[in-house]
């Protein structure tokens, strides 16, 4: 594809906390970023990746304004400056791609009915939700991009973004790209899951032969893109490696992945392709890892037809929850940082791998090997697929 | 002025109103059936796919074939009343059925599933002037090769009627893409990225032939609300493309 794009900045707001560093933190040390939901007679007490109200206060959220704003600011802010950037950016054409499922509307719901806030006092007026306000304060913020645009892939939106960016930098259309994705919780969204009855009883368990659902967070994760020559030319070491990816839709059905992994073979094989990697180099897996009976089954069948059954595999979604549109951009910061850290995080430490599924999925962290190279999937509602491939 | 090295293979515009739809171009297209006339403008905008790729010639490897779909406020007039109704029931399947997929996605997924379309799809919200915006991320998947050709619709819902409108482009690589690729912007150009929910944007500016009709429909859905400008824009981008078939 050209010029080699790199990570140069990551940051995040996840249920572990308003940064990477205690993000990395926290699912390094094995705890939980799940916690029990309080509207208990809706849903039942049902975990949840809920960012901690402390948190939100630090990142200046305010009760009656709209919450992905925050979010998007925040993650987007730590990323800038952790590629050596100063916000805002105003010498360079920069392109700011917000992958999400539900957009702002979890703040309309709150606005228009408060006993719907899973956060007390979220109540308020009405936020102001037409798009120029919204955009007048990210541009502020980061600059005035040249491109910006959210994309409705669901929760493989986050991915898609950095791909999407990755073409524009390789187009030449723009210097720098911040991509990513941002989602709040929100009571339909919540609605949906428990309808469906895929909203796990007492936290999601991917991999895992217990394995009864979804557990639904929140956050944000952004990243940093531009080319190596780029990076160079400003002095600044690059974190990462974009190396390629793709991202395509299954055409199969509206909420469930083909049984047999036919598109996970699609997804991972056009990915490793046009990364023009060999699936040998492959160190890990970042799964889609709902902890649903059907996408890790399709997920293990998938990789195990190309051979990739014996690549250790971890879902992060066991431990923070599937923070929707932003899920595989966390996880793509994540990817990121296990390249500078040499480690990936384990999976939840109580599984009790499903015999059915042919993989290895690690419980203790993952020492990665130098230069390491990782996959990180996503697949959403409607057939939805991104996969990108990140290393040294 | 952007040049587009985009080729229009074929177009199609629909509005419905009252249950029935006037489709523009219609001659060109063929007969409508009537499940082509939409229940939600998911099946609005599988329709106006559909419409497009059974003429004679467009049928492919749908592989090889990309979907944008492009809106200012996606599905939130559906999100809405769904919505209600699923708060009503609480554990309402209607609500669980359409909340998560009522915008772009559903869009995308509806014409995929039913049309077989296994290709890139790329769902994105720019907010006023997404017609132009995504046929510059058509630009991108035919130049990055990941798509022969790409279908851009759009698909909307506004006070109790629907627009949608799409067309089938195709094009090679050519010293113009950086630019057309850099009409995506700017984000001040009455655009950019949008986050709007339930606000009410406005009804979106449909891409295709008719326009005329479109136009008028659209100012009296909505009096004050610069079709004009934005069609105009998108005509001008339309006539450049006509003008290179």
């Known amino acids: 594809m050209g010029a080699s794009i790199v990570c140069s900045g990551i940051g995040c707001v996840t249920p572990f906390g308003r940064s990477v560093d205690t993000t990395w933190a926290g699912l390094l040390d094995g705890r939980s970023g799940l916690t029990s939901l309080a509207s208990e007679e809706r849903f039942g007490a049902r975990p949840v990746g809920l960012i901690d109200a402390n948190d939100l206060d630090a990142i200046g959220h305010r009760a009656g304004t709209v919450l992905i704003t925050d979010l998007v600011l925040a993650a987007a802010g730590e990323a800038i400056a952790n590629a050596g950037l100063s916000a805002p950016i105003t010498d360079a054409r920069v392109a700011i791609i917000v992958g999400s499922v539900s957009g702002a509307r979890p703040s309309a719901e709150v606005a228009r009915d408060p006993d719907r806030s899973f956060r007390p006092g979220q109540g308020g007026p009405t936020p102001d939700l037409a798009p120029g306000p919204l955009i007048d304060r990210i541009a502020d913020a980061i600059g005035r991009p040249s491109i910006a645009f959210t994309l409705g892939t669901a929760c493989a939106a986050g991915n898609q973004a950095l791909l999407l960016g990755r073409q524009l930098l390789s187009a030449g259309a723009v210097d720098l790209v911040i991509a990513g994705g941002a989602d709040e919780l929100s009571e339909a969204m919540l609605m949906m899951f428990h309808s469906f009855g895929a909203f796990a009883k007492e936290g999601a368990r991917p991999f895992d032969r217990r394995r009864d659902g979804v557990s639904l967070g929140e956050g944000s994760g952004f990243v940093v893109l531009e080319t190596l020559d780029s990076a160079r030319a400003r002095g600044h070491r690059p974190l990462a490696v974009l190396h390629g990816g793709w991202y395509g839709l299954e055409g199969y059905h509206m909420t469930a992945q083909e049984p047999d992994g036919a598109g996970v073979v699609t997804t991972v094989q056009r990915a490793i392709d046009d990364a023009a990697i060999d699936p040998g180099q492959l160190d890990l897996v970042c799964a889609h890892g709902t902890g649903t009976p059907l996408n890790d089954r399709a997920e293990a069948l998938g990789l195990g037809k190309l051979g990739l059954a014996e690549v250790p595999i971890v879902s992060l979604k066991g431990r923070m929850g599937h923070l929707q549109g932003a899920a595989s951009a966390v996880e793509a910061v994540c990817c990121v940082n296990a390249v500078v850290d040499g480690r990936f995080p384990a999976n939840r430490s109580d599984l009790e791998i499903d015999d059915e599924l042919d993989l290895v999925a690690p419980t203790d962290v993952v020492d990665l090997p130098a230069n390491p190279t990782i996959l990180n999937l996503a697949f959403g509602f409607g057939g939805s697929m991104a996969a990108t491939v990140i290393g040294a | ?245």
């Open chain 2, 1 to 245: 002025m952007t040049v587009w090295r985009l080729s229009v293979l074929a177009s199609v515009m629909c509005v419905v109103e009252d249950g029935s739809a006037r489709w523009a171009g219609r001659d060109r297209q063929g007969p409508v059936t009537s499940d082509q006339v939409a229940a939600n403008t998911a099946a609005l905008f599988g329709g106006l796919c559909r419409v497009l790729l059974d003429r004679p010639g467009l049928a492919g490897p749908r592989d090889r074939l990309g979907l944008v779909s492009v809106s200012d406020d996606p599905g939130a007039a559906e999100f809405t009343a769904i919505h209600e109704e699923g708060m009503a029931h609480r554990r309402s399947r209607v609500s669980a059925r359409v909340a998560p997929l009522s915008g772009l996605n559903a869009h995308l997924a509806t014409a995929s599933i039913d049309l077989g379309i296994t290709g890139p799809g790329i769902a994105a919200v720019f907010g006023r002037c997404s017609d132009e915006r995504g046929l510059s991320l058509a630009r991108l998947l035919l130049d990055s090769a990941q798509a022969e050709r790409v279908v851009v619709a759009g698909a909307e819902a506004h006070r109790g009627a629907m627009y949608g409108a799409a067309l089938v482009v195709t094009g090679s690589s050519s010293p113009a893409s950086k630019e057309a690729i850099a009409h995506l912007g700017p984000v001040d150009n009455e655009g950019g990225m949008t986050e709007a929910g339930v606000a009410d944007v406005g009804a979106g500016s449909p891409i295709g032939s008719g326009l005329d009709e479109l136009l008028a429909i659209g100012s009296e859905l909505e009096p004050g609300w610069d079709h004009q400008a934005s069609l105009a824009r998108f005509g001008l981008g339309l006539e450049v493309m006509e003008h290179e078939r």
